[in-house]
């Protein structure tokens, strides 16, 4: 690794799966529709970037304006004589940044349903409790990521991040929990840069850069657990590096580097494997090479183990065993990592891993930067200038490799905000783009390739920022509008208080959570949802519901509907289009109503789980088995919530409903 084949490599394996598009070249594989379209983009966007910093470079000669030496020289002497002020200035804008594209963006709530079940989890951590009593009908109040068997609710993913989001919880404000957090990275991270770099102007341009990145920027805006996982995994590294570079022993920044690398494991456990197990090599190594360092290792597991410890002690008091998690006991087997039948969709192969390898480096030359020149072209030249690797070089690439290689073995497709499983790799890319004209000066010196390299990045970034952010932005703030509508002021406005509020989701979410109330479980419920025809599971389930039948034996019930599992197909009756209908099959009076219900209109019941206000009930309508609410609550008023039309985004109103016509109704 000390030679320069090393970092050539390296490069050369970025830039095949970051360039190419291997994915459309395996055989029934997930083809990329969209490469040709960015690869035209990318060609003309380098073109006019390097054109234009070419022309700036040579123009520069003779216009001492454009080239102030004198500039760069103060803000890396400023940054010399100031780096913890720098740290501290550059985290607190950040800070702002973040908290304005969580408030005005993503309008300060959860959009995606793993953020949603990780903040209902807070909150019952916030309640003082790990989990609440399951519904005595949770077909009314199911969600997709919420565990509700064994008479216990609870989020499926590991504790630390809802933990973490509790801590905003209890002051009122959880969506502040993101712009803190990366708020923190970056400070974390520019200490980090200064303990590992010699060159002010790499320290102060990489810490900028990962500030910056609008992925870094949009996803520390969210409530996602990347941001959470990377600020522990880069104080972990911060610590781990002021253990190695020091002469003696520090067993209390080891405590801290594996007290940090713990609690990025209780958030993300693949994620913090990935770097936790490079470093404890690290420590290792030294331990053996010097007696008087096994006290950092000590330190070190001591560290590791306290957060480890209470991650057991939550699984066993919820799902039962200490290494047992809750998506798990949703999922089964097939969610864990390695080459099997996953959940849902096709089995995962080697090939497939691959796609997703290729996939996820393609969108991070969009996503990271927002540049018309793919983002990762800086750190591939700079990675093929570099002449050998540092110590802490060689651990953050052993540590991307890994990363790379778990998520290779992991059959979901992660994307929200980018390619979010390979969030973790956004820091060590802001360090080789920040290193790439400095390389370059060092290799050919200030002539004019360097200052066309200065100028092409500051044209990339300046383009970014008055063309492609503007856009991005508002494409995130104009989507997923159901999520962001606020049913505690709408309440208010409709004088709809103390109410039973019926929430009209689509008929195939409905038979979903229907399924789950059978004890069919997440995998068996998606199996047949997406290969029986709607309607005639539709039928089965109703009658399993006036029956005693649960769990294994509704399965085997069930199970004779697959046998024209070939022959079903996405409907094109509904607008939800994941319902499926058997070709020449003729739908019932009931299912023909389904249909035009959906025509009408649906919301999600998801987001309206965390309301509030009103003290409301909001469940799923379920039609006829409504009645067991009603009998529930016999003095409430009962709504029913539905979008005004069934226009794409359409606001829900509160529709009130007379008790007598539906009971009179439901009983025909």
Known sequence: MRSAIAPRLIALFVASFGLLPIANWIADGERIIWYETALTEWIWGAVIVFGC????????????????????????????EFPVLFAAFLALVSFVLYGVIAHYVFNARPLLIDELAQLLQARIYAGGVLARPVDAHPEFFSMLHMVDTHGSVYSQFPPGGPAMLALGELIGAPWLVGPMSGAVSVFAFTLLLRRTQVSPGVI????????????????????????TTLMWLIIAMTALAYVVSSPFRRPGAALVSGLAFGMAAAIRPVDAFAFALPAGGWYLVRALRDRTRWVDVVAAGIGVMIPMLVVMWVNVRTTGAPLLFGYEVLWGKGHDLG?????????????????????????????????????????????ALTRKLDAFDRYLMCSAGLLLGLYFAYWHDGFYLGPRFVFPLTAILALWTARLPFLIRERFGEGLLYRSAVFSMLIAVGMATVFALPTRAQQY???????????????????????????????????VARMWSLGLGRPRSELLYRKVDTC???????????????????????????????????????????????????????????????????????PLLLARGGENTYARDLHERDTLLLKRYPNRPVYLLKPRSSQAGAAPEFVPLSRDSLLSAWSR
């Open 536 to 606: 005639r599971l539709d039928e089965a389930i109703t009658a399993l519901e006036g029956s005693n039948i649960r769990g294994a034996a509704s399965m085997a019930v069930l199970r004779p509907l697959l046998r024209d599992s070939a022959r079903v197909v996405p409907t094109m009756l509904s607008s939800d289009r994941s319902e499926r209908v058997l070709p020449g099959s003729t739908y019932s009076p009931r299912c023909a109503q389904r249909i035009r219900e959906d025509s009408a209109g649906f919301t999600l019941l998801a």
């Open 339 to 383: 080459f099997h039948t996953p959940p849902w969709g096709d089995s995962h192969t080697p090939s497939r891993g691959v796609e997703l390898i290729n996939l996820y480096l393609l969108r991070l030359q969009h996503y990271m930067f927002e540049t018309p020149v793919p983002s990762l072209v800086p750190a591939i030249l700079a990675l």
């Open 477 to 511: 703030s104009a989507g997923l509008l159901p999520l962001r509508w606020d049913a505690d002021s709408a309440a208010a406005a409709a004088g709809v208080r103390d109410a039973v509020v019926l929430v009209r989701e689509s008929w195939g979410s409905q038979l």
């Open 204 to 227: 102060a341009g990489a810490a900028v850069l990962f500030a910056f990145a609008p992925f870094v920027a949009f996803m520390s805006g969210s409530h996602m657990n990347h941001v």
């Open 53 to 80: 910093g070419l022309v700036l470079a040579i123009v520069s000669r003779n216009v001492p304006f454009l080239w102030r030496d004198a500039l760069f020289v103060g803000l890396r002497s400023g940054f010399r």
